[in-house]
C-alpha cells in the first residue's frame, strides 16, 4: 500500500463506469467474467458437446466497455467480428465460497450487452491452445447497457434474449436455456476468485452468434431487463 502522500508517476485512468437506470449514480466496474458456451445450442454451433460439464470462464479488462448511445468501433487485425448477446449481472456485493442460496443476495442488478469477439483470432488461439485475450480482450469488446436494479427488475430468470442486425434476426432464445444459471454462476465463481462489488459477470450467449461489419446496426433485447442499439463504425 502506498503512504497517503505518495504521488502518481502520472494520472491514473478513471474508474470505469455504466450508469444506473433512473437514477444519477454511477456503477463503477471492478472486474468482468464471461461465461463460455452456457446455451446449449451456441456450443453444439460453436462445435461442442452441450453437455453440463462444469462452467468455464475467461475476462474482458473494465476499459473495454462502450456504453449505450456510443458505437462500436471495428477493431483492427480482424475480419471476422462475431456479436454474441448476454444478459450482464452487475454484484453489489462479493465474496469467497458463497452458498448457492445466497448467491442472489449479491446482484445489485442487470443489463443488455454484447460479448464481441475477434472469432478468426479466438480460432486461431484455440487451434495453438493459446489464451483467448486477442480475441476476447480487445479495445470496446464490451457494449453495455445501463444497470438496471433489483429492485426495479427482479432477478429474470426467463424471457426471450434476441439480437437483430439491420433489422434481421440473428440471435433468438430464453433466459431459461441457460445450463448454468444466475446463482449457480455466482457461487461457482466465488471458489475460484474473490468476487468484490462491482463485477459484473456476461452469462452466455444464445446460438445464432455471426459476423458484423462497418455500418451495421446491432439492437440487443434481454425481455425484463432492456433493449439497447449499437452501431458498428
Not at 502522500?5 to 472486474?31: I, K
Request: charged fraction near 20%.
Amino acid at each position: 500500500m502506498s503512504s497517503p502522500d505518495a504521488a502518481y508517476v502520472f494520472e491514473p485512468a478513471p474508474v470505469p463506469t455504466l450508469p444506473v437506470s433512473g437514477s444519477q449514480a454511477l456503477f463503477p466496474v471492478h472486474r468482468i467474467y464471461c461465461v463460455g458456451r452456457n446455451f446449449a445450442e451456441h456450443a453444439i454451433e460453436m462445435g461442442h458437446d452441450p453437455g453440463r460439464e462444469p462452467p468455464f470462464f475467461f475476462q474482458k479488462n473494465p476499459d473495454t466497455l462502450v456504453p449505450a448511445g456510443a458505437d462500436f468501433p471495428y477493431p483492427p487485425e480482424t475480419s471476422d467480428v462475431h456479436h454474441e448477446i448476454e444478459m450482464v449481472v452487475a454484484l453489489g456485493s462479493g465474496g469467497d465460497n458463497i452458498a448457492l442460496d445466497k448467491a442472489l443476495d449479491c446482484v445489485f442488478g442487470y443489463a443488455v450487452g454484447l460479448d464481441m469477439t475477434r472469432r478468426d483470432l479466438q480460432a486461431e488461439a484455440k487451434k495453438l491452445g493459446r489464451p483467448w485475450e486477442v480475441g476476447k480482450a480487445f479495445e470496446n469488446s464490451a457494449p453495455c447497457g445501463p444497470i438496471h436494479p433489483v429492485a426495479n427488475v427482479g432477478h429474470p430468470a426467463y424471457g426471450a434474449i434476441w439480437l437483430t442486425v439491420n433489422g434481421e434476426l440473428r440471435q433468438n432464445g430464453d433466459l431459461d436455456q441457460m445450463i448454468w444459471k444466475v446463482p449457480e454462476m455466482i457461487a461457482y465463481l466465488s471458489r475460484l476468485f474473490t468476487l468484490k462489488p462491482g463485477d459484473l459477470i456476461f452469462s452466455g450467449t444464445p446460438a445464432g452468434v455471426g459476423a458484423i461489419v462497418r455500418g451495421d446496426v446491432m439492437v440487443a433485447h434481454v425481455d425484463g431487463v432492456d433493449e439497447v442499439t449499437f452501431k458498428v463504425s
